[in-house]
T-cell receptor, first 111, second 116 residues
């Protein structure tokens, strides 16, 4: 059974810092991996999707990497802003219908 | 990107009543829809997978008689919480995927259910 772990559970940084969120998964036989953002009481916003054959994806200040063999992914956020404050979820697609989520990292960026 | 809506966004009901939550794909045909449940500070847990025109597949531990799922059309799935109890209070999120795609699921904005 796939298990997804996100570290740290919470992170507080001052505005402008670069930061890294970590995601690990137990079964490397994945189809793709996705990072989401969730604001309090809201649904999920897809940030980046990395196919199993890819090593990284970039969108603006966000960069996600994937090391499938070691079961790890990182989300790098450059020059953090208060508007980046949210919970970031990592989800692994292990097949046609199965998305396994981590518990998320709650990020707070202070002005 | 594809848009998925949920209605209502929040609902408060009395214990023992039933509540229906709708999930709609607004600009694509969703042959498969998923229903998740999220407790505070916990990850999303898949409850069931529904395919248009067939019975839903429930995850282990999810009571199919309590959480009724209907996927009668390619753009609409409903989740009915029957005989709701306070422990059913949670955040319910649906997602949708179009035919034959192993790509991303598109998520709805969620429904906050509070059972008094």
């Amino acid at each position: 059974k796939q298990e997804v772990t996100q570290i740290p559970a919470a992170l507080s940084v001052p505005e402008g810092e670069n930061l890294v969120l970590n995601c690990s998964f137990t079964d490397s036989a994945i189809y793709n991996l996705q990072w989401f953002r969730q604001d309090p009481g809201k649904g999920l916003t897809s940030l980046l999707l990395i196919q199993s054959s890819q090593r990284e994806q970039t969108s603006g200040r966000l960069n996600a990497s994937l090391d499938k063999s070691s079961g790890r992914s990182t989300l790098y956020i450059a020059a953090s802003q208060p508007g980046d404050s949210a919970t970031y979820l990592c989800a692994v697609n292990s097949g046609y219908s199965t998305l396994t989520f981590g518990k998320g990292t709650m990020l707070l960026v202070s002005p | 990107g594809a848009v998925v809506s949920q209605h209502p966004s929040r609902v408060i009901c009395k214990s023992g009543t039933s509540v229906k939550i709708e999930c709609r794909s607004l600009d694509f045909q969703a042959t498969t829809m998923f229903w998740y449940r999220q407790f505070p500070k916990k990850s999303l847990m898949l409850m069931a997978t529904s395919n248009e025109g067939s019975k839903a597949t429930y995850e282990q531990g999810v009571e199919k008689d309590k959480f009724l799922i209907n996927h009668a059309s390619l753009t609409l799935s409903t989740l009915t919480v029957t005989s709701a109890h306070p422990e059913d209070s949670s955040f319910y999120i649906c997602s949708a995927r179009w035919a034959d795609s192993q790509e991303t699921q598109y998520f709805g904005p969620g429904t906050r259910l509070l059972v008094l």
